[in-house]
């Protein structure tokens, strides 16, 4: 017999074919299984077996299409995200660079400001009125009031036509 059923071939031993079986003569004096001959049921049972198979095998590969098609709207929807993240941070950082412009702007204004003030508070040469023009002045509110004069003098107001004053 030139193909040993497989349980022969596993065992080493010598397949015979019962005639009156169609089936190895040991397998069928043991009663087990014997392959040496392909039944109708046999091919039919190989046959539904690859039918499910392949029928498994399209459905993993519709389930990884619909996966790979899931996977590449996350990337992206990840990758819009990110871009509207980075355009805020953008805006943000827009938005404090003006924001400190304004201040570094009203800062200036108020040192402008504070000059002029004190420009025109602190006496200018021309407001200084000179000890000639004196004379027509009024002093009687300052009448026993004494003023600190140069040195160690102190000057009192006690005549108001006074030209020492």
Do not use: Y
């Not at 001959?37 to 990884?64: F, H, P």
């Not at 995200?81 to 941070?89: E, H, W």
């Not at 304004?102 to 000179?130: D, F, H, K, T, W």
């Amino acid at each position: 017999m030139p193909t040993p059923c497989s349980t022969c071939r596993r065992q080493s031993r010598t397949c015979r074919l019962d005639l009156s079986s169609g089936f190895c003569s040991k397998c069928v004096a043991r009663g087990s299984k014997c392959d040496l001959m392909v039944t109708q049921k046999d091919w039919d049972k190989l046959n539904a077996s690859r039918s499910e198979l392949r029928r498994k095998l399209a459905e993993a590969r519709v389930s990884r299409d619909n996966a790979h098609a899931r996977m590449l709207e996350a990337f992206a929807r990840e990758e819009r995200l990110m871009q509207q993240l980075q355009l805020l941070d953008q805006k943000e950082g827009e938005m404090i660079r003006r924001e400190l412009s304004s201040i570094e702007e009203l800062e200036a204004l108020e040192r402008a400001a504070e000059g002029q003030r004190a420009s025109s508070v602190a006496p200018s040469s021309s407001a200084v009125v000179s000890p000639s023009g004196w004379s027509g002045l009024d002093f009687s509110a300052l009448e026993g009031l004494e003023f600190p004069g140069f040195g160690d003098e102190t000057v009192q107001v006690s005549d108001r036509n006074s030209s020492n004053v």
